[in-house]
T-cell receptor, first 110, second 116 residues
Framework: DAKTTQPPSMDCAEGRAANLPCNHS???????VYWYRQIHSQGPQYIIH???NNETNEMASLIITEDRKSSTLILPHATLRDTAVYYC???????????FGTGTRLKVLA | SQTIHQWPATLVQPVGSPLSLECTVE??????LYWYRQAAGRGLQLLFY??????ISSEVPQNLSASRPQDRQFILSSKKLLLSDSGFYLC???????????????FGSGTRLTVV
């Protein structure tokens, strides 16, 4: 797995977009970027993943820079229930193990 | 649909006692199975993973062991618990589709173990 770097914490106002950055400058060409989140006292939940194209699903959007050295997870309209720790992982597709870092603790403020 | 069951949700055990945590998956065949541990306020640490019945890979030498007696059953055990074994234990599964794991890992709800 490529090393990823995320800010330890971020705040976001409710209803605004939350933009969570992740740096993965050593990512290799066949490594995907995965995002998970962990709400307190629960197991992590898959959000989205991508290789080089931007991706969108019902939960979020993933923007990957052209050089693939960084990405941004976007929650378009953050709610209080989005308060969680968000993990970015760069890993080979089909790998048998993820290495989770310490993530970004997002706090959505009313 | 696929589901993952993990129990118990909470457990308080004395030091030196044995441990057995069970995880079962429904709705899929030949999953990859994983045990993670999360100490209080820390990140997730991969303990074991298995790609098939009877196959176990250990990531961290420790006081724990894992077994996979059936395709969709994964068990975490210890003969004698230590205080340092306290933590939040998570089971997860994934399926290799040949291209990309479509939805990555699916985690169970976890077991919070307190060794006293």
């Amino acid at each position: 797995d490529a090393k990823t770097t995320q800010p330890p914490s971020m705040d976001c106002a409710e209803g605004r977009a939350a933009n969570l950055p992740c740096n993965h400058s050593t990512i290799s060409g066949n490594e995907y970027v995965y995002w998970y989140r962990q709400i307190h006292s629960q197991g992590p939940q898959y959000i989205i993943h991508g290789l080089k194209n931007n991706e969108t699903n019902e939960m979020a959007s993933l923007i990957i820079t052209e050089d693939r050295k960084s990405s941004t997870l976007i929650l378009p309209h953050a709610t209080l229930r989005d308060t969680a720790v968000y993990y970015c992982i760069a890993t080979l597709s089909g790998t048998y193990k993820y290495i989770f870092g310490t993530g970004t603790r997002l706090k959505v403020l009313a | 649909s696929q589901t993952i069951h993990q129990w118990p949700a909470t457990l308080v055990q004395p030091v030196g006692s044995p441990l057995s945590l069970e995880c079962t998956v429904e709705g899929t065949s030949n999953p990859n199975l994983y045990w993670y541990r999360q100490a209080a306020g820390r990140g997730l640490q991969l303990l074991f993973y298995s790609v098939g019945i009877g196959q176990i890979s250990s990531e961290v030498p420790q006081n724990l062991s894992a077994s996979r007696p059936q395709d969709r059953q994964f068990i975490l055990s210890s003969k004698k618990l230590l205080l340092s074994d306290s933590g939040f234990y998570l089971c997860a599964w994934s399926v290799w589709t040949g291209r990309s794991t479509n939805y990555g890992y699916t985690f169970g709800s976890g077991t919070r173990l307190t060794v006293v």
